[in-house]
Nanobody, 123 residues
């Protein structure tokens, strides 16, 4: 079992930046692909960014050029650096881990999920 704990959410003005962190409780963190998802009440959870064990990344079209996913295997942590934030980025952000290589945003492929951290972008 892998526990994931997100942090770094908060309230920010449009155009601002935030960095989310997700700490994993596993010594085999480097063997997992990781993803960030977000969800607004009443809507489906959507993929935002993903990163493989080797650092290959994938992004949703809506965040390309603004968000950057990265990982530090020595710290068992994955990050989501968010810049030029927009009100439509407001959501609960979740990190997720999957045992095998993958860059897609198929939620069923992810084995473990964090509890989420709220990001609110004011206009």
């Amino acid at each position: 079992q892998v526990q994931l704990v997100e942090s770094g959410g908060g309230l920010v003005r449009a155009g601002g930046s935030l960095r989310l962190s997700c700490a994993a409780s596993t010594r085999t963190f480097s063997t997992y692909s990781m993803g960030w998802f977000r969800q607004v009440p009443g809507k489906e959870r959507e993929g935002v960014a993903a990163i493989t064990m080797s650092g290959t990344t994938n992004y949703a079209e809506s965040v390309k050029g603004r968000f950057t996913i990265s990982r530090d295997n020595a710290k068992n942590t994955v990050y989501l650096n968010m810049t030029t934030l927009k009100p439509e980025d407001t959501a609960a952000y979740f990190c997720a881990a999957r045992r095998f290589w993958g860059l897609d945003f198929n939620k069923e492929a992810y084995n473990f999920w964090g509890q989420g951290t709220q990001v609110t972008v004011s206009s």
